[in-house]
């Protein structure tokens, strides 16, 4: 799953954007405001007695070399931070997508949580009938409103592997989302996303790698303002009392909840870009490679495990009684 995340999102994201700097400056700015509302009392703080101010009061006293060095400080903290946040991102997304580690307690919370997701694709599969007794007005407009569940459901059971893919179930909805692209490729087309999904963006034209580049910075850009909205929890200290630190924690567990559902819609979005592309655009790859493309549907998922097998330079994965792999330099 790492291998998939990273191959799948990182190679074409941004490392930093306009907005990955949004939710970063909220942070600090709420850091900022913490500490100024702490001192209403208008004192200075380097009249007082407070330890935490000595070392920021020392340097402001360098005139006028220290105010100039505090702000470069200011400016390189406010760097670093972003620059932590943009390196850490795709591991997050991995944890996030149900990389827990081998511990005792990680194995048996992701056993249960894999129960969890098992139930639940069993239960977007399942028909609703009809209550008995229904009929006329009553049974249209019972229909009418299944309808609208069922195109939720055959939204929500898309975002999982079938039963009957090689692809497990993971612990998390977003990892489900992910390897669902992945199952749905090698069952349309017969592509092995592991193996082919570089190439395929190397052979995209610029217009469309800029979309698909657009669409993965905005994911890592979503993980980045929920690591933010985390991080904001830890301001609490700076507050005097428990109810303003409770109140402080719970507006930022709410900003958390929010923060992990847009992640997850946009997840879904760039999966079901990533898929649209890949249907339109897979053509290209076959050329690229001088591989001759399939000459219709009956031939996509053969000639999709052909074109994997060469990717991978392993030809036992060829089908069986598959000739070599023909190519025609001249596409």
């Known amino acids: 799953m790492g291998g998939l995340v990273k191959g799948f999102l990182e190679p074409i994201a941004k490392r930093w954007s306009a907005a990955m ?8 700015l709420a850091g900022t405001l913490i500490v100024l509302w702490r001192r209403d009392d208008g004192a200075h703080p380097c009249r007082t007695t407070e330890s935490w101010t000595r070392v920021y ?40 997508a149900g990389r827990w580690g081998m511990s005792r307690p990680a194995l048996a919370y992701t056993r249960r949580r894999i129960a969890r997701h098992r139930a639940r694709r069993a239960a977007f599969a399942r028909r609703s009938e009809p209550p008995a007794g229904l009929s006329g007005d009553a049974l249209a407009a019972w229909q ?7 195109a939720r459901s055959r939204a929500a059971s898309a975002r999982y592997p079938r039963p ?22 090698r069952r349309k087309y017969g592509l092995e996303l592991s193996v082919c999904w570089d190439p395929f963006v190397k052979a995209l034209e610029a217009p469309d790698r800029d979309d698909l580049t657009a669409a993965a ?18 301001w609490a200290v700076l507050l005097p009392g428990w ?19 847009a992640l997850r819609a946009g997840v879904d979005a760039y999966c079901r870009h990533a898929g649209d592309i890949f ?12 591989i001759t493309p399939p000459a219709s549907s009956a031939q996509e998922v053969t000639s999709g495990e052909i074109l994997s097998a060469a990717l991978s330079l392993s030809l036992s994965t060829l089908p069986n009684g598959s000739t070599p792999i023909p190519y025609d330099w001249s596409l």
């Open 21 to 28: 700097g949004g939710p970063l400056l909220l942070f600090w």
């Open 57 to 96: 009061c020392g340097i402001a006293a360098q005139q006028p070399v220290g105010p100039l060095v505090l702000s470069a400080a200011a400016l390189a903290l406010v760097v670093v931070s972003a620059w932590a946040a943009s390196a850490s991102a795709p591991f997050v997304l991995e944890v996030l």
């Open 144 to 150: 009418v409103q299944i309808g609208w569940h069922a």
């Open 164 to 185: 009957r893919d090689p692809e497990r179930l993971l612990p998390t909805a977003l990892g489900n989302a992910l390897i669902s692209v992945s199952a749905e490729t």
């Open 217 to 234: 910075t905005r994911v890592f850009a979503r993980v980045q303002a929920l690591m933010c909205s985390a991080a904001t929890t830890l």
């Open 243 to 261: 109810w303003p630190r409770l109140f402080w924690i719970t507006v930022c567990v709410l900003l958390v909840g929010a923060a992990h559902r």
């Open 279 to 290: 249907a339109l655009h897979r053509v290209r790859l076959y050329r690229a490679l001088g």
